[in-house]
């Protein structure tokens, strides 16, 4: 699916498109958002490169050179996006190309940074005057919208913590779950910004000297020191609650562990007086007394009495 815009008078402005597009419609464009783009709409691209369109395991690698480079077609910078399927956290990369009068966004999945720039755009809440401020306008959306998620893991992060630490017989293995799944998202939320980190360095060196657009990308780089130490933070917090789970779990079995211990050691004596007037021996001085059987019982009993007082006096239950 191919999404055309126009920039005018400060304004982002979509262009509608009919059943069938043009090449001639395609190089009106200043924004061309490409999603999932099929055989046809490739082909069409493929106009505007004198070599071929980026693809998708193309945009998926992980080495500075393959993610950010120039070359004839323009300015190549690909980025990679957070987003949420099913309560998870993944990342996508999406390909853009700075070409001298147009932005072209290639990517395979939805993102909730380019709705939410759709939106602002048919609002006129973005102002921007060439390709370029739109590219570094929607890369400092990315980095606020990942300041959002982060208050969000923050918040999930702080019900754990009082679920673990103040919560009486709350479910530990369940919080263990949750504690991966908040380090599963937090990695890769400090992926994606270390990732922008680095196309903001690229465009600084390879961008014209316009002073407001610089002064704009390093504020983005100082938003995302601020964002990276923050996930450090989180980190800390998540490998000390993980510790702390895994230690109350380990007190709770060292807890049943001693139960079953001092169980063991009360009903060892009655067992032994059990075993020892339950030999089969013909003569027994207690076999044929009348108080034998109550006084057998009357020892089990003492004898199992006795080890659980020695405990209790002591503070050992």
């Not at 191919?2 to 009106?28: F, H, N, S, W």
Request: hydrophobic share 45%; net charge negative; with cysteine.
């Amino acid at each position: 699916m191919l999404r055309l815009y126009k920039i005018a008078l400060g304004r982002i402005q979509e262009i509608p498109v009919t059943d069938m597009l043009t090449i001639d419609l395609l190089k009106q464009a200043d924004w061309i958002d490409a999603l999932e783009p099929d055989e046809h709409e490739r082909a069409l691209l493929a106009t505007l490169f004198s070599d071929e369109v980026p693809d998708v395991e193309d945009v998926e690698e992980i080495e500075a050179s393959a993610r950010c480079f120039t070359d004839q077609d323009g300015l190549h910078v690909h980025s990679m996006f957070l987003a949420a399927s099913e309560g998870r956290h993944h990342t996508v990369s999406v390909a853009f190309v700075l070409q001298a009068d147009r932005l072209i966004a290639i990517r395979d999945d939805e993102l909730s940074d380019f709705r939410l720039l759709r939106m602002r755009a048919r609002r006129g809440q973005i102002s921007c005057k060439t390709p370029t401020e739109l590219l570094i306008t929607l890369l400092e959306q990315k980095v606020e919208n990942h300041a959002d998620t982060l208050e969000d893991i923050h918040r999930e992060l702080e019900k754990v913590s009082h679920f673990v630490l103040e919560e009486e017989d709350s479910d530990l293995e369940q919080a263990i779950s949750q504690l991966a799944q908040l380090e599963d998202s937090n990695g890769k939320m400090r992926l994606c910004l270390m990732d922008t980190q680095r196309d903001i360095s690229f465009l600084l060196r390879h961008l014209p000297q316009v002073n407001e657009q610089r002064d704009t990308l390093y504020e983005i780089l100082r938003d995302l020191e601020t964002l990276l130490s923050h996930t450090t933070f989180l980190f800390d917090k998540i490998n000390f609650l993980m510790d702390s789970t895994q230690g109350f779990i380990n007190i709770k079995q060292a807890q049943i562990i001693k139960t079953f211990s001092i169980a063991a050691v009360v009903f060892l004596p009655p067992t032994m007086i059990a075993s020892i007037y339950g030999m089969n021996f013909n003569v027994m001085p207690e076999l044929s007394w009348t108080f034998g059987y109550p006084m057998a019982i009357g020892l089990m009993v003492a004898a199992g009495i006795a080890p659980y007082w020695v405990f209790k006096r002591k503070g050992w239950l």
